[in-house]
């Protein structure tokens, strides 16, 4: 119904003039929008409900929606800030440092009282590590 039209927000917004299309809360709006619009979609065609539960759950999601576009917009306005001012770069230059001393060159690297851990892993290899270590 409503909610796999939700996809069309970025394509209306990217339509407007450059002053509103360019604009920080619209696009994370637009985002947001686009990144539910297929599990809304999904909903529709799995959740066996009558149309007017479905347009009785319309405020609710346009309400959820924009909570969501809000949170995305301050984090990208936060993170861009930060980024830019380069206040964290030299913290950032040490973890990279710290963590090449001790053999870790990307993401999903850790280290668990001195036993390395590389790759995207299973909880389990975790609690493993993490019990070894305390029978200690």
Known sequence: MFYSLFWTIPII????????SLSVPLRSLGAT???????GALWIWTVPMTPEMYVAL???TA???LMFATGIG???VGFNDCLDSG???DEIKKDISDGASIGITGTHGFIINGQKIVGA?????????IDAELAK
């Open 58 to 60: 319309l405020p609710i």
């Open 74 to 76: 301050i984090s990208y």
């Open 33 to 39: 929008f686009t990144a539910h619009a297929v599990g």
């Open 87 to 89: 206040k964290m770069a």
């Open 121 to 129: 892993q299973p909880f389990e290899n975790f609690k493993q590590a």
């Open 63 to 65: 309400f959820e929606r």
């Open 13 to 20: 917004a990217r339509l407007l003039p450059a002053k509103y």
